[in-house]
């Protein structure tokens, strides 16, 4: 009898600390994996293409990340781009571009022009994760997305490990604000503007890194408040990295250039997409906020939450507190706890240094680990119940 109190009482202090988290909307991860089609496109013409959409749903905010290519074994270890490798087609197709809208070059070459090694969700509940890894001559890239519970906007982070010298890095964006108008046959006055300027389509604008906190893209002849288009979209950038850049605004695309300090390692960005809500709006809400998100960039950890917070030596040290205070009835429970930590510390090793497989590896068995612990706490208050 005293052991099934025992045990009761440990149900339900696991119920209370679940009880006791405090409530947010969680983040839903949607992801079909990869969908193969036979190509139509231009020079690739019977070609297998492969689609893949993860979507973000959080409330009435969802955003998708789309990875696309023409992966028929004519092309070896590269990928056929037709468009771009990375789209964002939710909560719209316009604005940053569902059939591709951010890439890195890295010594002019184009990483998404290289198969990619893998794609996974990393997380879901408080936040949605998604990560893309190319493993290319030049470099080791891992391309990370991030929404998390109650924002309205999704992070990036690109990051690299050299192979090579890097002499030269950037990255392109595109994007076709509200309204495809070229496609409709429609015309439209495309602007981009930033905290200290405003300059419309047929015309550059030069990036300040120091200054543009953010840049939007809208049209104002497709506006919300007008009842045209889907509504205009924006971004911003950690700018200790960036020396400087330039938006080519076209009347139907917008083209965007960051260069990159060549020894950096890494880019930190945020996209918005302010769906269905008027141009005025979106502007006043980036002048209020988006300096912001702009600084809380650099605190951001994309790694996984639990990844993030996991610590060896404290692992380790609370193993073997349990395994003491359950006695007898922990032995069982001794060769798998030596074993699983030891392989939990050296994967954690690894993946401090940027091993994304380490890494990928140390989340799934993290979850057994937990139930590890959960085990032996049971086991410890069964002892000590035995022991009065």
């Not at 090694?117 to 991030?146: C, P, S, Y």
Request: glycine share 8%; proline share 4%; charged share 25%.
């Amino acid at each position: 009898m005293t052991r099934l109190v025992l045990l009761g009482a440990a149900v339900g202090l696991a119920l209370l600390r679940c009880a006791g988290a405090e409530a947010k909307t969680p983040v839903t991860v949607s992801d079909k994996g990869p969908q193969y089609r036979t190509s139509q496109y231009a020079d690739h013409v019977g070609h297998r293409y492969e689609d893949r959409t993860v979507t973000f749903q959080c409330g009435d905010v969802r955003y998708g990340i789309h990875y696309r290519g023409c992966v028929d074994e004519s092309h070896k270890d590269r990928v056929g781009v037709v468009e771009g490798s990375v789209g964002m087609p939710a909560p719209s197709s316009e604005n940053w571009y569902g059939g591709g809208f951010l890439r890195l070059k890295l010594n002019g070459a184009d990483v998404g022009s290289y198969r990619l090694a893998a794609m996974q969700v990393t997380e879901q509940g408080e936040r949605g994760g998604v990560e893309l890894v190319w493993d290319t001559a030049e470099a080791v890239v891992r391309m990370r997305f991030l929404l998390e519970s109650g924002a309205n906007h999704v992070k990036a982070e690109v990051s690299w490990i050299p192979k090579a010298e890097i002499k030269d890095a950037a990255i392109e964006l595109s994007c076709y604000p509200s309204f495809f108008t070229s496609w409709h046959k429609r015309v439209g006055d495309r602007h981009v503007a930033t905290p200290r300027v405003d300059e419309r389509q047929g015309k550059s604008l030069d990036v300040l890194p120091d200054k543009d906190a953010y840049l939007f893209y809208y049209d104002t002849i497709f506006d919300v408040a007008k009842g045209e288009g889907v509504g205009p979209c924006a971004m911003t950038f950690l700018p200790e990295v960036v020396t400087g850049g330039r938006v080519s605004i076209g009347d139907y695309g917008i083209s965007t250039s960051l260069r990159l300090k060549p020894d950096t390692r890494r880019i930190r960005m945020a996209f918005w997409e302010f769906y269905k809500r008027p141009n005025a709006e979106a502007a006043a809400y980036l002048k209020d906020h988006a300096p912001a998100v702009q600084k809380g960039l650099a605190a951001v950890d994309f790694r996984p939450a639990p990844v993030a917070s996991f610590d060896s030596s404290k692992c380790k040290a609370e193993v073997a507190r349990l395994l003491q205070a359950a006695g007898e009835d922990g032995k069982p429970y001794r060769k798998q706890a030596e074993q699983l930590t030891a392989r939990l510390e050296a994967l954690k090793v690894r993946a401090d240094a940027g091993d994304w497989q380490a890494e990928t590896e140390l989340a799934k068995r993290l979850p057994e680990l937990e139930r590890l612990l959960w085990d032996l706490r049971i086991q410890a208050l069964l002892s000590d119940g035995d022991a009065k």
